[in-house]
């Protein structure tokens, strides 16, 4: 048996094709969610609720039985099935009591620091409340072209999971485990019921999966993991349809396989991690034996600046000849500021751009350095 009886904090992610029927949204089977959600709240834990389907429900509603592929049209969608799946499950959970908050996320809110700190406070409110947020990605504004888009909700899940320093993320999908090999091509597949860590061997058994209105497959899960272990935060994936299969997970049954958690990394080291880059810095081999020794990014060691950001944008690091990206950092200067100082030393730089700007680019705290 798997032991989370310490698991206060939770995240559930249900994915589309676990919440839809022939019909559309099963109702029905959102309100076993709620059942089991509500068990789990009676025991004193903490459950946040990450959902897929509105683009979905939105195709339904119009009649579209094909996967919806344009930009325009997936946003319209979103947006006619949004308030449709929210009102389903404030109906599910009022039956328990249990009043739901619509958390509506792009890239951009958990990039910027201040709207990611901003939605930590709001969300560590509502749990004090006693209110289950109920997580999406905002379909109607994020778009894969202007990269504020997650992609598919099992990487928005495991950005929830670590952003609120979560216990146990429960994916539930229309896949069972991870098997040794793709059990569509393979009779003899096997699933793997415990992964100590992410090892190329398994990365290569993460096989591709996908409907008509889902997003993520296994590779994308696979993806979630791994930033779920880097916040300490172990994950359970399941097939979303076996009977009770919150509660049983959380009650230590062996459904589906457990990933462990690996090393807890600080939350504003995961940050930096997980924030898409907005820009690049191309540094030499001095620079980068530099920071590795934990010492500031300097812009003597500069020799390009790639892209348009400001100042506290977190950008990549690279250096010629080595694997790609190589860290990333907070900056202290803007890209503007940053090609006038290329190369320059401490004291050129306070005569270049004034002593009122900074002289260093990131120090240690703010360089965080991209494991292989």
Not at 124 to 144: G, K
């Amino acid at each position: 048996m798997r032991d989370f009886s310490s698991a206060r904090r939770i995240v559930v992610k249900i994915g589309t094709n676990v919440l839809s029927s022939q019909n559309g949204l099963d109702e029905r089977y959102v309100d076993t969610v709620a059942d089991q959600v509500a068990a789990l709240m009676a025991e004193s834990r903490q459950v946040l609720l990450v959902t897929s389907g509105a683009i979905g429900m939105g195709a339904r509603e119009l009649g579209i039985g094909h996967k919806v592929t344009s930009v325009k049209m997936r946003q319209a969608c979103a947006a006619i099935g949004q308030p449709l799946l929210m009102n389903t499950y404030k109906r599910a959970f009022s039956l328990h009591d249990i009043a739901v908050a619509q958390v509506l996320l792009t890239r951009e809110v958990l990039n910027n620091r201040r709207s990611y700190v901003n939605l930590r406070n709001a969300v560590e409110s509502l749990l004090e409340l006693r209110v289950l947020p109920v997580f999406n990605e905002n379909d109607s504004v994020s778009t894969a072209e202007i990269g504020t888009a997650f992609g598919d909700n099992d990487q928005l899940s495991a950005f929830v999971a670590s952003k609120v320093d979560a216990d146990l993320l429960v994916m539930l999908s229309d896949i069972d485990a991870l098997y040794d090999r793709d059990p569509r091509k393979h009779a003899d597949a096997r699933p793997i019921q415990s992964v100590e860590a992410l090892t190329e061997e398994i990365l290569r058994a993460a096989g591709k999966a996908g409907s008509t209105f889902a997003t993520g497959g296994m590779t994308t899960k696979m993806k979630a993991v791994s930033i779920a272990e880097k916040a300490g935060c172990r994950v359970v994936l399941a097939h979303g349809r076996e009977p009770q299969v919150i509660t049983r997970v959380v009650a230590g049954e062996e459904l589906g396989t457990l990933f462990h958690a690996g090393e807890k990394l600080k939350n504003r080291t995961r940050w930096i991690m997980n924030s898409e880059a907005k820009g690049r810095i191309l540094i030499d081999e001095g620079a980068l034996s530099a920071i590795e020794k934990r010492n500031s990014l300097l812009p003597t060691g500069i020799h390009a600046v790639e892209g348009v950001f400001e100042a506290g944008s977190v950008v990549e690091v690279r250096c010629p000849g080595r694997p790609l990206p190589w860290a990333k950092v907070v900056t202290g200067l803007n890209s503007t500021d940053l090609e006038s100082v290329i190369g320059k030393r401490s004291k050129e730089v306070n005569k270049t751009l004034g002593p009122r700007k900074k002289d260093i680019i990131a120090r240690p705290e703010d360089i965080v350095l991209i494991q292989r």
